[in-house]
């Protein structure tokens, strides 16, 4: 299987399941309301799936960091989420609503591998001097499903019922099994390890390491145990069960957990990369709660507030478009920290409640969010250690979801009291986001 097929089929079989991960959301909501009759619990059905992604993913990580077939456990993965959705579905208005809450957490642990569990298996699919373009690619399928998934839900719900978009949304999963199976195998248990002795390195280092990272033990060994520079040499303590003469076997889940989520905060850029996204997906969550009320104002109707979420994506998709036509037009850490300041720009013109602001703050959302989830790819490739690549990824995914309700739970109070100044406190933390960037750049050069 060639290489140029593996990256359609990884990159169809993403968009997919993405698509069905985008319809489940308000799928769900439809159904739920639809059985129920109450927004309460509808919403609490949608919270119930997405909370339990923030558990899920450092352990599905890890898992498919150990297995030496992870597009198959992925695949699995995947099936169980269409599984737990149908299962979903058939529970609602048989069983206790409370169990069916249930069952809709316990599907929810495997959310993250929609996300971050497909795009960490991007390098063995690609070629290296092909994964700045790729990325943009892989980033369009979330713009792309965020465009249709929700409208496609929307329109099925009201010609064949809401139980239908849960149908459909199972479907969409399902048809990206086959991709995900075969996704190529691990390269084996030394994969991605060095022996240093003498300057001399030798093995395969992960995508996207600077000449200078190259020339050091790899963090994969070390679990990310790095002290305090970013470049240059580095003082490295080793990180127990991890030396050259330990098999990845002999490492727990536990452990692998713990070795993510210390590769995330140690490793200065993936960390900065990382505390700036998480902040910056609170203010979109907060944006996204607020859209139907702004909507409401600007255009005269709640329902117009989809459409004003439609730009964006069409925004988004045409940024990413042209960053995968130029990959090396702008540092992606730089677009890390300046798409928030397009983002924050979106909110501030949004709060003003004129229509033609509000469209351009659509579209200037867009601008920032598209680009922004490019870059944070391309960062969490060039620094993640293979060994804990799929981790880093699901954990990352994990964060934002978990930081995404936190901005729309906090949105819903002060939107309700005064819309502008929800919009405005969105920008702020937007602000807030770049600000935190910097502030990580210039604590890591003051202790270096």
Excluded at 205 to 228: E, I, K, N, T, W
Excluded at 246 to 259: I, K, P
Excluded at 358 to 370: P, S, T, W, Y
Aim: charged share 15%.
């Amino acid at each position: 299987m060639g290489k140029r097929y593996l990256k359609w089929s990884y990159l169809s079989g993403a968009a997919a399941a993405r698509m069905g991960d985008e319809m489940s959301g308000p799928a769900l909501l439809l159904a739920g309301f639809a059985v129920g009759g109450s927004v309460a619990e509808a919403s609490s059905l949608l919270a119930g799936i997405t909370v339990a992604a923030a558990v899920g993913g450092p352990v599905l990580g890890a898992l498919l960091d150990r297995s030496a077939r992870p597009g198959r456990l992925l695949a699995r993965a995947l099936a169980l989420y269409g599984a737990g959705l149908a299962a979903i579905l058939l529970s609602l208005g048989r069983l206790p609503f409370a169990l069916t809450v249930l069952i809709a957490v316990f599907t929810g642990l495997l959310g993250p591998a929609l996300s971050g569990g497909w795009t960490a298996q991007l390098p063995r699919v690609v070629p290296r001097e092909q994964m700045p373009r790729a990325n943009a690619l892989d980033a369009m399928t979330f713009s792309l499903a965020s465009l249709a998934g929700p409208a496609l839900a929307g329109v099925l719900a009201k010609l064949f019922g809401a139980p239908a978009a849960v149908v459909a949304s199972v479907a969409l999963i399902s048809l990206a099994l086959p991709a995900a199976w075969r996704l190529p195998a691990d390269d084996g248990p030394g994969r991605g390890r060095v022996a240093v002795g003498r300057g001399h390195v030798r093995g395969r280092l992960p995508v996207g390491r600077s000449p200078v990272r190259d020339r050091l033990p790899a963090d994969d060994d070390l679990g990310c145990d790095r002290l305090p520079a970013d470049h240059g040499p580095a003082r490295i303590r080793p990180a127990a069960g991890h030396g050259p003469e330990q098999g990845r076997t002999t490492v727990s889940v536990a452990g692998d957990v713990v070795a993510g989520f210390r590769c995330i905060t140690r490793t200065r850029p993936l960390a900065r990369a990382t505390l700036t996204s998480v902040i910056s997906c609170a203010g979109l969550g907060m944006l996204i709660t607020c859209n139907p009320s702004l909507g409401e104002r600007a255009f005269g109707s709640a329902a117009d507030g989809t459409m004003l979420l439609s730009c964006t994506a069409v925004s988004a998709l045409a940024a990413n478009a042209v960053l995968a036509r130029r990959p090396h037009a702008i540092a992606p850490d730089t677009i890390i920290w300046s798409s928030t300041l397009f983002l924050a720009a979106a909110l501030l013109l949004a709060a003003t409640g004129h229509p033609a602001l509000v469209i351009a703050a659509a579209v200037v959302a867009g601008i920032g969010e598209g680009p922004q989830l490019v870059a944070l790819f391309t960062i969490r490739h060039r620094e993640a250690p293979e060994r804990l690549r799929s981790q880093v990824f699901t954990t990352g995914a994990s964060l934002k979801i978990t930081a995404f309700a936190v901005g729309a739970a906090a949105a819903g109070p002060l939107a309700t009291r005064s819309l502008s100044a929800a919009l405005l406190t969105a920008a702020g933390v937007q602000l807030a986001a770049g600000l935190s960037y910097g502030a990580a750049k210039f604590s890591t050069r003051v202790r270096g």
